[in-house]
Every structure is written in structure tokens, then in C-alpha cells.
């Protein structure tokens, strides 16, 4: 586990690298990619469903990006971005795309549906934040600040 958390590091700072995130800031968008990693791949281990555990961690990630931004005063995405990547099911949508490609219908239809729910979650998660940070805020004030 302490080699896949290290991993996970290595690859979210590498994403904020590549996204332009200030270098100050890019430590603290690793660290919440650890956070992100390890509540999705141990909320299967209590039982939960992927789809469950990634709806869980994006909430998460998500809750936290929004608090860490508002304490640091940069913009959410800061955070957001790199802090998801853990949960992109990038290889579980290649392994649907190979099974259709292999005329494995059923077996591509059972992980692309698989990869739709867990995509739909990971929005839901993220949603469900911003509605949070949203509470007692009109549609314009919501993303302006001093007003």
C-alpha cells in the first residue's frame, strides 16, 4: 500500500506539473491525491462497491479542494484537477474498448457500463461538494469573490 500511495504522489504532482499548478502548491494537490487514492482503495475492503468508493473519494477530494482553496485564496481547480486524476477509470474504459475491439460483446458492454457508473459517480461526488460550498450563496456570488 505505502508503494502505491508513493505512486499516486508521483504521478498527481506530475499532473500539476504538467497543468501549470504554482510549485508551492503542487505539494499540497499530491497530498490530496494520497488521500484520494487510499479512500478508494480501501472502502472496497469494508465492503463497498467501486462505484460507491469512487463517489466517496471524489466527494472527498473535492470537499477538501474547495476548503484548501478558500484557505490558500486560489481558484478550486488548483486542487480539483491533479486531486481526481486517482480516480479516472482510464484502464478500465481501454479494457471495454478492447473487449468490443476483440468481438467480446457482453465482457465490453459489462466494463464500459462498469466505467459509466464509476465516471457518474465521480461527478456526483464532485457535485454534491459544490452544492455544499454553494449553501446560502445566490448563482452569481458563487464563484465572485468580495461581493
Not at 505505502?2 to 498527481?12: G, S
Not at 497530498?31 to 469512487?54: C, E, H, K, R
Request: positive net charge; aromatic residues 14%.
Amino acid at each position: 500500500m505505502w508503494l502505491e500511495l508513493l505512486f499516486c504522489f508521483m504521478a498527481t504532482v506530475a499532473f500539476g506539473v504538467i497543468f501549470n499548478i504554482p510549485f508551492r502548491l503542487v505539494w499540497w494537490g499530491g497530498l490530496i491525491g494520497i488521500m484520494t487514492w487510499f479512500i478508494y482503495s480501501s472502502l472496497p475492503d469494508l465492503g463497498l462497491s467501486q462505484v460507491n468508493a469512487a463517489a466517496v473519494a471524489a466527494f472527498t477530494v473535492a470537499f477538501s479542494s474547495h476548503w484548501l482553496a478558500k484557505f490558500k485564496k486560489v481558484p478550486v481547480t488548483t486542487f480539483m484537477i491533479p486531486g481526481i486524476i486517482p480516480l479516472v477509470p482510464g484502464g478500465r474504459a481501454y479494457s471495454s474498448m478492447l473487449a468490443f475491439v476483440e468481438e467480446n460483446y457482453v465482457n465490453g458492454l459489462g466494463l464500459g457500463v462498469e466505467t459509466l457508473l464509476q465516471a457518474g459517480a465521480i461527478a456526483g461526488g464532485v457535485g454534491f461538494a459544490l452544492s455544499i460550498f454553494s449553501i446560502g450563496k445566490g448563482v452569481g456570488q458563487r464563484y465572485e469573490t468580495h461581493r
